[in-house]
């Protein structure tokens, strides 16, 4: 038996129901950065500008803690897009974009030492893993300050090295395998270089702590 639509019963909504159907609300995840990177590999190049939108603001972040010169870092992380397209047909499907985004980086950064014969200065270890005695009282905000401003010294006594996995491993959050891949080394030994870093971080500070101030 069919229903005609004379026979089905109609009824009025409620009033202030809007029984309309709602209208698709789009969910589109954003693209992974690995895929952006393989169609800039493939010819897109208008992808890259999604990417340096992205990325741009954490490269030069970590440049410039490396450098501790934001006009150096700004060059040196455009530097860095610029061989992501010179060299994107080098990028890898089994590779993470992060990892070598940061691996250009840290060459170029290199590059620049290089040219310049400068060193890289103390940056601020504000965002790293403070010391394990240091207290986490809610009424120590003036002595945290200070405490920031002496792991800023203390870090300016880490050699290069040192300062480079502590940048990438605590700041950049990046995992010891994209350290490993950066570095040129086994997951192990980014893994202990980054332990002995902090480590040696720590001493500095303590010891820091013992100085008369001057």
């Keep these: 038996m069919t229903c005609t639509a004379a026979e089905i019963p109609v009824q009025s909504p409620p009033r202030g129901v809007d029984w309309r159907p709602s209208p698709a609300v789009e969910t589109l995840a954003p693209i992974p950065d690995h895929a952006l ?4 590999r493939d010819g897109n190049l208008d992808c890259m500008g999604e990417l340096f939108e992205r990325h741009n603001g954490p490269l030069f972040g970590y440049l410039s803690k490396v450098t501790g010169n934001r006009a150096a870092a700004e060059d040196i992380a455009q530097t860095v897009f610029q061989r992501m397209l010179k060299y994107r047909h080098t990028y890898r499907d089994e590779g993470s974009f992060t990892a070598w985004m940061y691996h250009l980086a840290r060459r170029c950064a290199t590059d620049h030492f290089r040219r310049s014969s400068a060193a890289p200065v ?25 405490d ?35 570095l040129e080394c086994s997951v192990g030994a980014a ?15 303590i010891q820091m702590q013992k100085e008369p101030l001057t």
């Design 37 to 40: 990177m393989l169609a800039v």
């Design 122 to 146: 103390a940056v601020d270890p504000s965002d790293l893993e403070a010391h394990a005695d240091q207290s986490q009282g809610a009424d120590e905000s003036a002595a945290s300050r200070d």
């Design 148 to 182: 920031h401003a002496l792991l800023h010294r203390a870090l300016g006594r880490l050699d290069r090295d040192d300062r480079e996995v502590l940048l990438l491993s605590r700041l950049q959050e990046l995992s010891f395998a994209e350290v490993a891949g950066i």
């Design 191 to 205: 893994r202990v270089r980054a332990h002995r870093a902090l480590r040696t971080l720590r001493d500095h500070y």
